[in-house]
């Protein structure tokens, strides 16, 4: 590092350590370790193949992280404005250096109470990971729009709260321009060109039905947009519609539960977590997903993840899938900092065309040394063994590296840290 750079340096670390920005948040995500799998060298991680999620435990072979630095800029009375930000780096866990620029995951600002006549209401405008909902166990965003945006949420009916928002997703293809070729003489269609995905979401959230019961409804429209002098490929999905409802359960068996049924149509019918998808692709038809996870506490030593997942996508190219998951992770508490985790998941594939099953069973034991007794404690160390095994009807690799097609099970064993804070 020149001598330029390293005053730099000094003058941006004097700066976030001043007395005026001692109220700066860090707060971040983050993971990493070592593995290896037996007969091929380095630790490979297992998904069903034409899956959207694979069971988390002992099968995440990358380095990932994100770091998130905010600060409230302003403050009178009630009335707030804080600067979010997150920064997220993904490196492929094979070395000491590995180069990666980082993904600008969210950079916004959120005005909190606004607007004398919503109390409680939030402004807010920029890149934002918004309101998403998740299976944690396979990482599985099943109701998730982030991304360039704006909105407000939190509005109090009394009864509950509305939400109102846009994003936007850009699709790098999916569009066409035409051109003239003077030498030729012809027209010549130019393809690839980038289309926008706005995504306009609704939200009803907070309603009580029980005394540790609420619902949440949510309608999602997302449309495809060109620019001036381009068009949408033939037969892409130029729009769609999804609903969701979902039931939280609090203090259910020393946990919660979650019950969502979501429907979708069209462009909102792809794998992509609820992304608008249809200017690159034809997703003419229709989505029925219900999810049911939670946690529970079946004693003081005991403490269960679960989940089951059903997908079944018809689209009128026949090109659908049928997605059938079960995942289970128990943990028993040795120690308050010490423990053992089991998770065993399934998960299978049918294709809309051919009929044929696709599937795969994983199952990992881990020892854990972590941040307190609870299932969420991190971080967390963990040495773990996966085994998993698969039934290929679709000739192609349930590893996540591409090209692998020989067995039918493997096992790795690793040490991984993760983090969150």
Do not use: C
């Not at 939400?163 to 012809?186: H, M, P």
């Not at 019950?259 to 977590?273: E, G, H, I, L, R």
């Not at 299932?375 to 349930?398: C, E, L, M």
């Amino acid at each position: 590092m020149n001598s330029k750079k390293t005053l730099l340096a000094l003058a941006v670390t004097g700066a976030i350590f001043s007395s005026q920005a001692f109220a700066v948040d860090f707060h971040g995500y983050a993971r990493s370790g070592i593995g290896w799998t037996s007969g091929s060298g380095e630790q490979t991680a297992f998904g069903v193949n034409g899956g959207g999620a694979k069971y988390r435990l002992g099968n995440e072979a990358e380095t990932y992280a994100e770091f998130k630095l905010g600060q409230e800029l302003f403050k009178d009375g009630e009335k707030s404005i804080y600067l979010d930000s997150n920064l997220a780096y993904s490196v492929s866990q094979q070395g000491d250096w590995e180069e990666t620029s980082p993904a600008l995951r969210e950079i916004n600002v959120q005005f909190k109470n606004f607007a004398d006549s919503l109390p409680g209401a939030t402004l807010w405008a920029g890149k934002r990971f918004y309101q998403r909902h998740d299976v944690h166990m396979n990482d599985f965003y099943y109701w998730d729009i982030s991304g360039p945006g704006a909105g407000v949420e939190n509005i109090d009916l009394g009864f509950g709260k509305l939400s109102l928002a846009v994003t936007r997703n850009t699709d790098a293809g999916g569009a066409y321009s035409w051109s003239y070729n003077t030498e030729t003489r012809r027209w010549e269609s130019n393809k690839d060109k980038d289309v926008s995905n706005d995504v306009f979401d609704a939200r009803l959230a907070d309603i009580k039905v029980s005394e540790n019961g609420r619902l949440e409804f949510g309608v999602d429209y997302g449309r495809a947009r060109t620019k001036n002098g381009t068009w949408l490929e033939e037969n892409a999905s130029k729009d769609g519609f999804m609903a969701t409802i979902e039931h939280t359960q609090g203090n259910f068996f020393g946990g919660f539960n979650k019950f969502v049924v979501q429907y979708a149509t069209d462009s909102m019918t792809s794998w992509n977590t609820g992304h608008s998808q249809g200017s690159s692709v034809n997703n003419n038809g229709k989505m029925i997903r219900v999810i049911d996870h939670g946690v529970v506490q079946l004693s003081d030593k005991i403490e269960t993840m679960y989940a089951l997942i059903y997908e079944k996508t018809d689209l009128d190219n026949n090109q659908g899938k049928t997605w059938y998951s079960a995942g289970i992770r128990p943990m028993y508490k040795w120690t308050k900092t010490m423990s053992t985790l089991v998770e065993l998941g399934y998960d299978r594939i049918k294709d809309q065309a051919s009929g044929k099953k696709n599937d795969l069973t994983k199952v990992t034991l881990a020892q854990q040394w972590q941040a307190g007794d609870s299932i969420w404690a991190r971080p967390a160390i963990r040495v773990f063994g996966t085994y998993a095994h698969w039934n290929d009807k679709f000739n192609q690799s349930n590893r996540t590296d591409a090209g692998y097609k020989a067995k039918d099970g493997e096992f790795v064993m690793g040490v991984q840290f993760e983090a969150w804070w």
